[in-house]
T-cell receptor, first 115, second 109 residues
């Protein structure tokens, strides 16, 4: 079974530029999460999707971050304009919602450096 | 508010036992999870508790007390490859998985 796919793995941009990250969850997983992990910290939840609907985006900085999952499968996370403090690894995770534990399966992450 | 607290760093010796504690305050509770994260890699699932008590899985065990908002991860027969960050996470009433800052464990020979 293929895991969670993310791209790009690495991205370097200058502040005020824009960037987009893509995630394809495990096939059949209804729930998709985007996390921001700053070096030395735990993952911080940005947004949760259930199929193509947003369940929780309360911690998404909506003035600059946006995310969508239009067809309920893959998802994109966009930052525009980027700030220095956005330098982090952006992790996508999916969950089936039907497994006994409902644990999250993470992609390898997209590492963003803002100069 | 929501808080998940765990020690920042721990050090232990190869072959020993180490216990990593986690306390939490969240809006609703639908399970407590432990994940392992090696440097530069994504977190991987270790254990899950939803009822009080101890869950054992090989060298790793996890304990939960819901009334105390407390969990621990117990690692036995430590190996050098166990050096990693251990993340405590709670699934809340919205099915959100919220993580603590992680405990960086260093295993020394």
């Amino acid at each position: 079974e293929a895991g969670v796919a993310q791209s790009p793995r690495y991205k370097i941009i200058e502040k005020r530029q824009s960037v987009a990250f893509w995630c394809n969850p495990i096939s059949g997983h209804a729930t998709l999460y985007w996390y921001q992990q700053i070096l030395g910290q735990g993952p911080k939840l940005l947004i949760q999707f259930q199929n193509n609907g947003v369940v929780d985006d309360s911690q998404l900085p909506k003035d600059r971050f946006s995310a969508e999952r239009l067809k309920g499968v893959d998802s994109t996370l966009k930052i525009q304009p980027a700030k220095l403090e956005d330098s982090a690894v952006y992790l996508c995770a999916s969950s089936s919602g039907t497994a006994n534990t409902g644990e999250l399966f993470f992609g390898e992450g997209s590492r963003l450096t803002v100069l | 508010g929501q808080n998940i607290d765990q020690p920042t760093e721990m050090t232990a010796t190869e072959g020993a036992i180490v216990q990593i504690n986690c306390t939490y305050q969240t809006s609703g509770f639908n399970g407590l999870f432990w994940y392992q994260q090696h440097a530069g890699e994504a977190p991987t699932f270790l254990s899950y508790n939803v009822l009080d008590g101890l869950e054992e899985k090989g060298r790793f065990s996890s304990f939960l007390s819901r009334s105390k908002g407390y969990s621990y991860l117990l690692l036995k027969e430590l190996q050098m490859k166990d050096s990693a960050s251990y993340l405590c996470a709670v699934r809340d009433e919205n099915n959100d998985m919220r993580f603590g800052a992680g405990t960086r464990l260093t295993v020394k020979p």
